[in-house]
Structures are given as C-alpha cells and as structure tokens.
C-alpha cells in the first residue's frame, strides 16, 4: 500500500505565504509504481480540483489560478507545495494523491489520497 501524510496548513493573511508537505511512504514495490503525484484541495461546496501535478520525469501542470503563484516540487520522499501571494478563494483542505501508472504489475486501481491539510487565507 501507499501512505500518504499532509502537513503545514494553517490560517494566514492575503498575500502570505506556506509550504505543504506530504510524506509518501508504503511498499517498497508499490512506491516505484507511481508515476505522479499531485496536489488537489476541495472548498466547503465545491469539487475537489487539480492544484498541481507532477510526472517522475518532471513534467508539471498547474490549475489555472494557481499558475505563477503556486510550485510543486518532490524529493524521494516528499512532495511540496509552495503557496505564495495566497488569496482568500485559496482557502480549503488540500490533499496529496498518489497517481500509479496502469502499466505496473502492482497497479491497483484504488486512488491514493491523504486525510488533508486545511489552509485558511483571510482578507
């Protein structure tokens, strides 16, 4: 299996900024079955939405409001979110998720979501 632990949320004011992490971890041989991981966030009413993504080769995709602001970077064991200028519509519980590639002997098909972090930006 793959676990997934959100941290560095918090509340903060228009403008600042915050880093998130999410320590992955699990199997030996489900960890190298990943191909991507991401970061969504979900607001009170709405759909849980793409923030960010990015591929083992690097290559990376970002949400429309987020683009110039926000930057996604992972090391062997992490995946960080750098949150900068932060707006109130930013305000929600934001999830790491692990994205398999299909072609793995130990594809599952079962989505790899962590329990979140919430990040209150107020006006």
């Known amino acids: 299996q793959v676990q997934l632990a959100e941290s560095g949320g918090g509340s903060v004011e228009a403008g600042e900024s915050l880093r998130l992490s999410c320590a992955v971890s699990g199997n030996i041989y489900m960890l190298n079955s990943i191909m991507a991981m991401a970061w969504y966030r979900q607001a009170p009413g709405k759909e849980r939405e793409l923030v960010a993504r990015m591929t083992n080769d690097g290559k990376t995709t970002y949400g429309d409001s987020v683009v110039g602001r926000f930057t996604i970077s992972r090391d062997n064991a992490n995946v960080y979110l750098q949150m900068n200028s932060l707006k109130p519509e930013d305000t929600a519980v934001y999830y790491c998720?692990?994205?398999?590639?299909?072609?793995?002997?130990?594809?599952?098909?079962?989505?790899?979501w962590g329990q979140g972090t919430q990040v209150t930006v107020s006006s």
């Open positions: 998720k692990a994205d398999q590639n299909p072609g793995s002997n130990y594809y599952t098909g079962y989505p790899y």
